[in-house]
């Protein structure tokens, strides 16, 4: 077994508390469609990887990885060029970097 797969059940974990935790503030935003829409992107990621935590078991590992990375890089760009209040780019920004860096660090072992 990989080592990147064999803390895969850590990662999805933090990807629902991520995702999670998007969903309720979404509770608290003047808009909330686009929170919404990411803390579903953010929990389907977790829940198609095929893995202990998993409720569909889609997508490989490696797959997850790459998914995680672009929705990082996604939602850091959303955060830099859309219009939207102080609050939601500092949710989106904190968001971001959570993501990469659960990508990153769990994903590819480093």
């Known amino acids: 077994m990989a080592r990147g797969v064999k803390g895969l059940w850590f990662v999805q974990l933090l990807e629902y508390g991520i995702g999670f935790a998007v969903a309720s503030t979404a509770a608290h935003a003047q808009r909330p469609a686009f929170l919404v829409l990411l803390a579903l992107i953010l929990i389907a990621n977790a829940a198609c990887v095929n893995g202990p935590l998993s409720a569909f078991r889609i997508t490989n ?9 672009a929705i990082a890089v996604g939602v850091l760009l959303c955060a830099l060029f859309l219009p939207l209040d102080v609050n939601e780019r500092l949710t989106l920004v904190a968001v971001a970097g959570a993501e990469a860096f659960v990508s990153v660090r769990f994903g590819h072992g480093i």
């Open 61 to 69: 590992a490696v797959v997850h990885r790459s998914i995680g990375v």
